[in-house]
């Protein structure tokens, strides 16, 4: 199993331009999750779901739109990228519950908008 | 909404001390407190969790304690290695509204040899 796997590694972005942050898991997850990580700081939740066709705001969304319409994608869209969202990108899956959650991370993708 | 305070921001040991980190919680519903070690450059990865109906969960030299009374929760490191350092952040998972996972803001340990 690749787990979760994050597509690109890396992306330089023009103030303005629009980009999508591809994200997919073959773990048969339920839920699904976009963080992002500004440095030296926290992880901020900014878009989360919790099945195919259900998605739902973070602590932090606005800037950003989702889209489930599979269960293993769940792509992040950047629309008039702005310096603020300069940031670590990180999607992350889990089996959720009523009970434990353990999320497991793709390896991030490191955005920088000039 | 669930918000989750972590200190300290920055904590540096000497190999072979311990070393606490401590996280609260605002919703009185959050059932589920995991941790997070993040090394430099690398994803946060999971090492060890509790759930609301535990009060101490050790696994070698790393342990959790909870306290729901005051939305307090603990992650304590012993015998501290040099390949300890790293962010390590708290979280809360609250059962109702989506089960949402929302983390603390980091702690960074630095473990002198």
């Known amino acids: 199993n690749a787990g979760v796997t994050q597509t690109p590694k890396f992306r330089i972005l023009k103030i303005g331009q629009s980009m999508t942050l591809q994200c997919t898991q073959d773990?048969?997850?339920?839920?699904m999750y976009w963080y992002r990580q500004d440095p030296g700081m926290g992880l901020k939740l900014i878009y989360y779901?919790?099945?195919?066709?259900?998605?739902d705001k973070g602590e932090v969304p606005n800037g950003y739109n989702v889209s489930r319409s599979t269960t293993e994608d769940f792509p992040l869209r950047l629309e008039l990228a702005a310096p603020s969202q300069t940031s670590v990108y990180f999607c992350a899956s889990s089996y959720s519950s009523s009970g434990a959650n353990v999320l497991t991370f793709g390896a991030g993708s490191r955005l920088t908008v000039l | 909404g669930e918000n989750v305070e972590q200190h300290p921001s920055t904590l540096s040991v000497q190999e072979g001390d311990s070393a606490v980190i401590k996280c609260t919680y605002s919703?009185?519903?959050?059932?589920?407190f995991p941790w997070y070690k993040q090394e430099l450059g690398k994803r946060p990865q999971l090492i060890i969790d509790?759930?609301?109906?535990?009060g101490e969960k050790k696994d070698q030299r790393i342990a959790v304690t909870l306290n729901k009374t005051a939305k307090h929760f603990s992650l304590h490191i012993t015998e501290t290695q040099p390949e300890d350092s790293a962010v390590y952040f708290c979280a809360a998972k609250g059962n109702t509204g989506g089960f949402k996972t929302i983390f603390g803001a980091g702690t960074r340990l630095f473990v002198k040899a």
């Open positions: 509790i759930r609301s109906n535990v």
């Open positions: 919703d009185s519903a959050s059932n589920y």
């Open positions: 779901s919790v099945g195919a066709g259900i998605t």
């Open positions: 773990m048969n997850h339920n839920y």
